[in-house]
């Protein structure tokens, strides 16, 4: 069972109980390096090319599938 319940209440009025945050609170103590989990050519290219399709695809952007072009 989770261990930091939180008392919120609904729009309704009812009092519910809900998770609270799980995180450790603090400053990370060295930015993330994504360069460092990638070990050879080949996995940084493929990492780099679903980005770019990620971001700059006409039919997609980002993880939803838009309508309208931005």
Do not use: Q, T
Not at 13 to 37: F, L, N, Q, S, T
Not at 38 to 60: A, C, P, Q, T, V
């Amino acid at each position: 069972m989770a261990k930091n319940l939180e008392e919120k209440r609904l729009f309704s009025g009812e009092k519910v109980k809900v998770v609270g945050p799980e995180y450790e609170p603090g400053i990370p103590d060295k930015p993330h390096c994504w360069r460092a989990k990638i070990h050879d050519r080949e996995e940084m290219l493929k990492y780099l090319r679903s980005g770019e399709r990620y971001w700059f695809n006409k039919e997609w952007y980002g993880s939803e599938k838009r309508k309208n072009p931005a």
